[in-house]
């Protein structure tokens, strides 16, 4: 999948910075190398391939049934 996103908050954890962005699929939680310099507000270019990915689902977020 490939996209853009926008920077909504940026946390320093040394080598690695752990951004939160607001993307078409909703909000997500991603992790850069510590010398990227984002800031909140910058528009960045997601690919990523499924694979890649470790899904969470949130618990408390509200459900809505889905017909089969």
């Known amino acids: 999948a490939q996209g853009t996103a926008t920077v909504r908050s940026i946390n320093f954890l040394g080598n690695v910075r752990r ?3 607001d993307s078409l699929v909703g909000a ?18 997601l690919q990523v391939a499924p694979e890649a990915c470790t ?7 509200p459900t809505e049934a889905v017909p089969a």
């Open 19 to 21: 951004l939160e962005v």
């Open 28 to 45: 997500l939680t991603l992790e850069s190398h510590g010398a990227n310099a984002f800031r909140p507000g910058d528009r960045v270019s």
């Open 55 to 61: 899904w969470v689902i949130d618990d408390e977020a």
